[in-house]
T-cell receptor, first 113, second 109 residues
Framework: SQTIHQWPATLVQPVGSPLSLECTVE??????LYWYRQAAGRGLQLLFY??????ISSEVPQNLSASRPQDRQFILSSKKLLLSDSGFYLC????????????FGNGTRLTVT | DAKTTQPTSMDCAEGRAANLPCNHS???????VYWYRQIHSQGPQYIIH?????ETNEMASLIITEDRKSSTLILPHATLRDTAVYYC??????????WGAGTKLIIKP
């Protein structure tokens, strides 16, 4: 069966520091991968998605970037964190089939101080 | 953009059917309706999705009106573990899910 791993689960970082969040998927090949952010009490906002290695689409201009160095690895990064980057970051995967459901990891709660 | 409207919160007695409504009056003809739920501090869990026919799986049933402007998620026998925030979502294209604020469902013993 397929599994998705995100780490760390929680992170506290000072303003101006760099960020690297990692997500890996097991049990499937060539998945679509996604990064979402969720503000407190709100729905999810799509940040990036990827349909293959090195292919990244950005949905919202921001202080963050994403990379996909391997087929089942997706990384969310920032060079300098802002206070507004605080939130709950979720990685998800789906198959390439149209309208296949997304399956989410358990997220990283990031607090920028 | 198609978006959804849900009640902010609902209660349901344990063992009864929980019926969660959703309005999506601006949905386009090829946009699917998805339901997810999220237990506090966890990632959203996929429940079910549909286009225009009613759907059923081991977790729930999805009833979509004929005009597709609204839908209802039915949890047939709610348990305390079904307490969560339930999101009704319209899928635009293959990559974009339009999320609202969801319904907080509380199952009471």
């Amino acid at each position: 069966s397929q599994t998705i791993h995100q780490w760390p689960a929680t992170l506290v970082q000072p303003v101006g520091s760099p960020l690297s969040l990692e997500c890996t998927v097991e049990g499937t090949s060539n998945p679509n991968l996604y990064w979402y952010r969720q503000a407190a009490g709100r729905g999810l906002q799509l940040l990036f998605y990827s349909v293959g290695i090195g292919q990244i689409s950005s949905e919202v201009p921001q202080n963050l970037s994403a990379s996909r160095p391997q087929d089942r690895q997706f990384i969310l990064s920032s060079k300098k964190l802002l206070l507004s980057d605080s939130g709950f970051y979720l990685c998800a995967w789906s198959t390439g089939a149209r309208n296949s459901p997304l399956h989410f990891g358990n997220g990283t709660r990031l607090t920028v101080t | 953009d198609a978006k959804t409207t849900q009640p902010t919160s609902m209660d349901c007695a344990e063992g009864r059917a929980a019926n969660l409504p959703c309005n999506h009056s601006t949905i386009s003809g090829n946009e699917y309706v998805y339901w997810y739920r999220q237990i506090h501090s966890q990632g959203p869990q996929y429940i079910i999705h549909g286009l225009k026919n009613n759907e059923t799986n081991e977790m729930a049933s999805l009833i979509i009106t004929e005009d597709r402007k609204s839908s209802t998620l039915i949890l047939p026998h709610a348990t305390l573990r079904d307490t969560a925030v339930y999101y009704c979502i319209v899928r635009r294209g293959n990559y974009q899910l339009i999320w609202g604020a969801g319904t907080k469902l509380i199952i009471k013993p």
